[in-house]
């Protein structure tokens, strides 16, 4: 990968190519080809991936098909998880829509760029990405929440309606559970 390449991240402009450079020496990054999986469904992961260039998607396979449930543009991570956890299981398959390039993110790394100001970028752009994962979470948790309640209130409605159509005898039925 060409230092170019991460300077194009919003969050690693700033930073001088001969750091960038210093960068990518201690790091690793990795080409990705079209459908190429970067992280299989059910595997331990123990890397994160800053995805510098292309784009990846999240998704379900199954028998018939795939449900992508995210999309990864350049400047997020994949695999975030394996940074605070020192592992995890992936509960979904991320794979390449188009040729990508990806800076694998390890505790080496970190390590290793420790004090320079890479390293605070790298922080502090990985700080933003999980803030922006949080806010969408909250954002969909709350529509489901809304479409719930909605869904609620339109069945309690539904049936309000029906008992109010009922006759007393059927009403009075209903609630000895007897038969009019």
Do not use: C
Request: charged content about 15%; hydrophobic content about 40%; proline content about 4%.
């Amino acid at each position: 990968m060409k230092p170019s390449t991460l300077q194009g991240l919003s969050s690693l402009q700033s930073l001088p190519k001969h750091e960038l450079v210093e960068l990518l020496q201690y790091g690793e990054s990795r080409a990705l080809d079209l459908n190429e999986v970067l992280i299989p469904l059910g595997s331990k992961v123990q890397t994160a991936y800053l995805l510098a260039q292309g784009g990846l998607v999240a998704e379900l396979p199954s028998n018939l098909g795939s449900h992508v449930v995210g999309k990864i543009w350049p400047g997020e991570v994949a695999g975030e998880g394996a940074l605070s956890h020192g592992y995890w299981t992936s509960s979904v398959q991320v794979r390449a829509v188009v040729p990508s390039k990806v800076l694998l993110l390890t505790p080496e790394l970190f390590a290793k760029t420790r004090g320079t100001r890479a390293h605070a970028a790298l922080q502090g752009h990985l700080i933003g990405v999980l803030a922006k994962r949080i806010q969408g979470t909250n954002l969909q948790l709350r529509k489901a929440w809304l479409e719930q309640e909605a869904a609620e209130t339109k069945a309690h409605q539904a049936s309000s309606a029906k008992i109010e159509s009922l006759t007393l005898g059927e009403r009075l039925a209903q609630l000895f559970g007897v038969t009019p």
